[in-house]
């Protein structure tokens, strides 16, 4: 959906004073899916005859003032980007300014339709738009979804731990995840919506042009490095994307399930901060 550039505040108060149709469906008793979009008259055929999903006035009334909550002042036009695996050209990366521009496009994005239906709202990314280091997750859970901000359950506290004990906070580092969208029940993101997302991944990354990459679990690894490797043969040293020194470790909500390995994410952490030149203190 295209808007011409308009005050988020106006956009909000035209959407209140619509009514919303009688067969959008009211708030689900389930955590997290009380913005599914309604079942029926959700496709529309476009000018080629092909089927495509409209979001109920609700959503987009909650799109919005997530939006606005995030610091949104405005919404452009929606752009036509090609969908690519590559990060764009050195000189035609986006300002650093243009994440806002990108979350807006995101908190409208509509490709993969059983994860527009059932999220709550998107989750674009959290931190510092000039980070030298970005941490980078697989999608969503279901404290995520509800809060709009990556990694805030019980495996983000987590990561904040380990950011914490590398001397910085989460204010220092960016934090995102390969989907903006949670999948249902936690599943692993589909290669199809993974793709669909990249576009959005890779811009955000043109955008804070981070020096260091670190990928938590296998899952961000493989999709970002576009391999099958393991984690475990991926992780322990440096792999290259167009430049950016990419760490691969363990997902902390893996570290949950299996303390023991917290051990192999500290010696992973601490050849990053090493390779950063951070220094950490003595234990
Ligand atoms: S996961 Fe990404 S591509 Fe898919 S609907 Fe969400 S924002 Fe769009």
New binding site residues.
Partial sequence: MAYPKASLDSRLKSFRSEKVPSNSPGPSSRPGRNTRMPARNANEKNTKGKTTRTPSKRAVAQRLQSLQRAGVTHIPKAAQTPNTAQLPDADQQPSGEDLQIIAAE?AQ????AE??ETRTQ?VFGVGNPHARLVFLGEAPGADEDREGIPFVGRAGQLLTKIIEACTLSRDDVYILNI???RPPGNRNPLPV?AA??RE?LNRQLATIKPEYICCLGSVAAQNLLDTDTTIGKLRGKFHDLQGIKVLCTYHPAYLLRNPPAKRMVWEDMQILMAEMGIELPKK
Avoid: D, I, M, Q
Wanted: aromatic share 6%; proline share 0%; glycine share 0%.
């Fill in positions: 995101v994005c509509v490709r993969c994860l527009a998107t989907l903006k969208c919506e669909n997302c959005y």
